[in-house]
């Protein structure tokens, strides 16, 4: 089946960029989505079809996708923003849903 | 407000059955497909399978195909998940999610989900 390789972990310092990446075979081909998980709480949805931000989720998130790597991008970092990110895609071969390993993003 | 309301934690002993529940709220609960997510202690995400309310159409993680049974009740906006012989490995928090599609049916994300229900498995 389909396999989405993320970083563990990522560090960054507040206001500054933390970037996440997503890779896969030809990534680039798929609709990749991610989702922030806080510290005992529920994922949530940042980013849907590549590069789409649903209401209430701030600018400061967005979304690429491209040859075998897709990238959650979130500028001028908050110590709100420290959570596990997902991505995700649904693998039309297969039928059948996949998500990443998860990054644990640290706000130093 | 679309909302996905779950069932309170269990503890359940090994061979035990249960049943878990993912109440839907704020939309029309027939017309959106139900994904159920498990994340172990500590772990990532793993998607169990997805059940359409309107006619029960399910389809399973072949890694969770015979392990779990998923059902819906239209009539209640409620959707399930049941074992019927628990293991200690099945213990985890299990979300239920909602699937949204975009303009293309290729593509699909969860857009709403369930606070979690945590199943605690142990002698």
């Known amino acids: 089946s389909y396999v989405l390789t993320q970083p563990p972990s990522v560090s960054v310092a507040p206001g500054q960029t933390a970037r996440i990446t997503c890779g896969g075979i030809n990534i680039g081909s798929e609709s990749v989505h991610w989702y922030q998980q806080k510290p005992g709480q529920a994922p949530i949805l940042v980013v849907y079809?590549?590069?789409d931000r649903p209401s209430g989720i701030p600018e400061r998130f967005s979304g690429s996708n491209s040859g075998n790597t897709a990238t959650l991008t979130i500028t001028r970092v908050e110590a709100g923003d420290e959570a596990d990110y997902y991505c995700q895609v649904w693998d039309s071969n297969s039928d059948q849903y996949v998500f990443g390993t998860g990054t644990k993003v640290t706000v130093l | 407000e679309v909302q996905l309301v779950q069932s309170g934690a269990e503890v359940k002993k090994p061979g035990e059955s249960l049943k878990i529940s993912c109440q839907g709220s704020g939309y029309s609960f027939p017309n959106y497909w139900i994904a159920w997510v498990r994340q172990m202690p500590g772990k990532g995400l793993e998607w169990m399978g997805i059940i359409y309310p309107g006619d029960s159409h399910t389809r399973y993680s072949p890694s969770f195909q015979g392990q779990v049974t998923m059902s819906v009740d239209k009539s209640a906006s409620t959707a399930y998940l049941q074992w019927s012989s628990l293991k200690a490995s099945d213990t985890a928090m299990y979300y239920c999610?909602?699937?949204?599609?975009?303009?293309?049916?290729?593509?699909?994300?969860?857009?709403?989900w369930g606070q979690g229900t945590l199943v605690t498995v142990s002698s």
């Open positions: 999610a909602r699937r949204q599609i975009g303009p293309e049916s290729t593509v699909n994300w969860f857009d709403t």
């Open positions: 079809d590549d590069t």
